[in-house]
């Protein structure tokens, strides 16, 4: 029975040290894992902080970015409002544009009556002005006849142009561009430098052209 005991407490003994020893294997080898944990614990760590630095920067960013478009979209509508009152003005304008348009078609169409019967009375003052330049051209010729008659009446000579082939005065040839004017006192053929003036003589009250030498007689 001693024997026996003894056993027993031998192997007591030994199962306490061989737990004692798996006691102190278990606590090195979670001593390790402890350590090993807290290492790849440390190393996630810093691999999440250095994801949440990256995070939060792409965040900042995305922010920033954010805020940006926020304020390009305000001024987008700023320009969108500045846009639609600048199509309000000038749809006005273009209202008042059309009713101008209106107002001067209609004004155009009154002026085209008003220039058609101002036409009309032109064409009707032409005709009139027409038959006064004849009545003139014909009184003209009655005039010119009457003056020859008077001075042949006087016994002064009327020259007739194809007999007057230079100025009676200063004797230049007559030509296209020096032309011949009778006086009307003398009858006689001069340029128009020479019987430029003008003055009333027997035979008409109005004055009439004269050479140098008459309108100095007539003058006195």
């Known amino acids: ?10 192997l007591l003994l030994e199962t306490r040290i061989c737990y ?3 006691l102190i294997f278990f606590q090195e080898r979670m ?10 614990i440390q190393l996630l760590k810093i691999e999440y902080e250095g994801q949440i630095d990256t995070t939060n920067q792409k965040l900042t960013e995305l922010s920033a970015a954010l805020s940006k478009e926020n304020r ?3 001024d987008k509508e700023l320009q969108m409002n500045t846009l639609r009152g600048e199509i309000a003005v000038l749809e006005v304008t273009l209202q008042n544009s059309q009713d101008q348009q ?4 209609e004004r155009c169409i009154a002026n085209d009556d008003e220039i ?3 036409r009309k009375k032109a064409g009707e003052l032409k005709e009139k002005l027409d038959e006064a330049e004849s009545a003139i051209v014909e009184l003209g010729q009655v005039n010119q006849s009457l003056q020859v008659t008077y001075i042949r009446n006087q016994g002064r000579r009327w020259t007739p142009d194809k007999d007057a082939l230079e100025c009676s005065n200063c004797s230049r040839q007559f030509s296209v561009v020096i032309r011949r004017h009778h006086c009307r006192k003398c009858g006689e053929v001069f340029c128009a430098e020479c019987s430029a003036k003008q003055a009333s003589t027997p035979s008409s009250r109005k004055p009439v ?7 100095k007689d007539l003058t006195g």
């Open 20 to 22: 004692e020893n798996l």
């Open 102 to 105: 209106r107002i001067l078609s």
């Open 209 to 215: 052209r004269v050479c140098d030498a008459c309108y």
């Open 72 to 74: 390009e979209i305000e």
């Open 31 to 40: 001593i390790e894992d402890k350590s090993h944990l807290e290492k790849k």
């Open 1 to 10: 029975e001693i024997y026996a005991y003894e056993q027993i407490k031998l």
């Open 116 to 118: 058609q019967l101002l």
